[in-house]
């Protein structure tokens, strides 16, 4: 858009902030996230919010959104959209009604599939590997959190040799929430030019996966930073604050490629107790790689809610004085809760992303309150295979001898 005006972007946890800015980086516009709402210095570009409502209430996830957007919607020339999480979790009804009030919109074209991390919407329903979430029918959970009507574009129509903008605004004549099948990025492309042209003035709604999408349509500016700026830092601590499965195979095989480098502190956010730190932590090891961590939670114990926010808390605490102790060149932050609860203690004000290293890994420069920065790496739990954490070291280190 010749203008480029601000993107808004409202997410329920601070992962899904960054993912989302970051892909909107890659349309080589500036992007970054906001940890507390403001409208100081709104620029052109991405701004990313986080409602910080996951664990919330639905009633109470809905004002958490209603209050974020009614503190900066006063501000001329923005675009919204709401991310939403690819597995579905979350308050995603009662939040989408707040923001369609909020923004006075009428309609929302909703798409959660994230083709880069395994996740599409067939039938309107969540297809996603087993080990990362069950079959989700969106109608049915929209039905049961949402007060307005929802209509499905299937696959077909998507993929079709017609008019996909025609589908959406004969769907939008008896629903108000558009939901859109897609399993592939080309399927993506099509819905975010569709929506474009049927229904401008949608709110969209979806995870990184139709973030890219969006993004891809827009013009470049002066500032796009070039693949080939990654750092290089001497030390990393690496934060594993998810129950998800996979964030705990991530750390074990980074415990056993980088088995002599790695200073390990599992922290029982159970009884409040911990290994302590190192005393004495490796000095001939460059870098050096400090990875702090939870136990791995009881089968069926839930990722979200109160519970999970009090061990997150308690994770943030320890990780706190272990980096005052380490003081890491990188932070690499593993899960939502996690990642706002340590950069919160560490007094960040805002993320700027600087590129995504990963499908949905942004790579950020964190701005603290007394202006020191920080390179941070920001992943959801479940993102990723089990070398994930592996290959993100190896962009960012520098290689060990």
Known sequence: MRNHPTLMIIADDLTGAADCAARWRNSGQPAEVRLTP??????????????????LTANAAAQQVSTTIANLNTTANLRWY??????????LGAELDAALSALDKSH???????????????????????????????????AEQSHLTSGLIPLDVVRSAGDLATALVAAAENANLLICDAMTNNDLTRIAAAAS??????????SAGL???????????SDHLQLDDLPTCKSATIIVGSGSILAHQQLQVLQRHYAAQVATICVDTT??????????????VSPLITLIHQQAPEAGTPLDGPLARIRATILAEQAERCIRYTRPELLILVGGDTALSVLRRLSVERLIMLRELLPGVPLARAIRANRQELLVVLKAGSFGDPQTLVELLGLCLRPIR
């Open 211 to 221: 973030m890219g999408a969006l993004a891809a349509q827009e013009q470049p500016m």
């Open 197 to 206: 042209q049927a229904l401008p003035n949608a709110l969209l709604c979806g």
């Open 38 to 55: 403001t409208t100081e210095s709104l620029g052109p570009g991405a701004t990313a919010l986080v409602s910080d409502s996951r664990h």
């Open 271 to 284: 009884t409040l107790e911990n290994e302590g730190l190192p005393k004495n932590l490796p000095d001939h």
């Open 82 to 91: 709401k991310k939403i999480d690819s597995t579905l979790r979350g308050n």
């Open 108 to 142: 929302a074209l909703i798409c959660p599939a994230f083709p880069d991390q395994q996740r599409g919407l067939q039938n309107g329903i969540l297809i996603c590997p087993p080990q990362i979430a069950a079959p989700v029918n969106l109608a049915s959970r929209l």
